[in-house]
T-cell receptor
């Protein structure tokens, strides 16, 4: 089983749609969680951290369910500029290590 | 404020040649990471350093790969000899400190081994 699993997509949605991505992780001791965004032929960039209570940043909402080892990202009112690959990222385990494990990503294509 | 700097941005070489990739982390960051990204395998961690010391190199594919960090502002990843299956995008990233901190990526080096 992969340490971080995501649906690779692609998700093809019209502008203005709401889209949700899911991710599961295998290490119950993981303490840090992130969503990164990667545009075509570019480097990954931090989109948002994910907190236990859930957090929102504009049109983006991230949720964490530790019991189910599940992370989600919701994008509301999607824009053409949201088209990218979204990477679910989990720390290897708690403590001093700072290894991050990246999922293979979910491709989002927002259509006009 | 400069981000992570990598060079070269593109490299085309022939099988058997030595390849050296370079990285300058963000000033003040204590951790540096080398990743490889391919379509088939996604983003894989090769090695990471804390305070210039290699901490985990379990992702380095084989002895042909080596990495060094002689000081806080410079790291190299070397492949000798290179093989066609090494073709990938190699990213360097840095973070402020240990403990699952946010990592900031450089633009990557696109390597093609013929």
């Amino acid at each position: 089983r992969k340490e971080v699993e995501q649906d690779p997509g692609p998700f093809n949605v019209p502008e203005g749609a709401t889209v949700a991505f899911n991710c599961t992780y295998s290490n119950s001791a993981s303490q840090s969680f992130f969503w990164y965004r990667q545009d075509c032929r570019k480097e990954p960039k931090l989109l948002m951290s994910v907190y236990s209570s859930g957090n929102e940043d504009g049109r983006f909402t991230a949720q964490l369910n530790r019991a189910s080892q599940y992370i989600s990202l919701l994008i509301r009112d999607s824009k053409l500029s949201d088209s990218a690959t979204y990477l679910c990222v989990v720390s290897a385990y708690g403590g001093a290590t700072n290894k991050l494990i990246f999922g293979t990503g979910t491709l989002l294509a927002v259509q006009p | 404020d400069a981000g992570v700097i990598q060079s070269p941005r593109h490299e085309v070489t022939e099988m058997g040649q030595e390849v050296t990739l370079r990285c300058k982390p963000i000033s003040g960051h204590n951790s540096l990471f080398w990743y490889r990204q391919t379509m088939m395998r996604g983003l894989e961690l090769l090695i990471y350093f804390n305070n210039n010391v290699p901490i985990d190199d379990s992702g380095m594919p084989e002895d042909r790969f080596s990495a060094k960090m002689p000081n806080a502002s410079f790291s190299t990843l070397k492949i000798q000899p290179s093989e066609p299956r090494d073709s990938a995008v190699y990213f360097c990233a840095s973070s402020l400190r240990a403990g699952g901190e946010t990592q900031y990526f450089g633009p990557g080096t696109r390597l093609l081994v013929l």
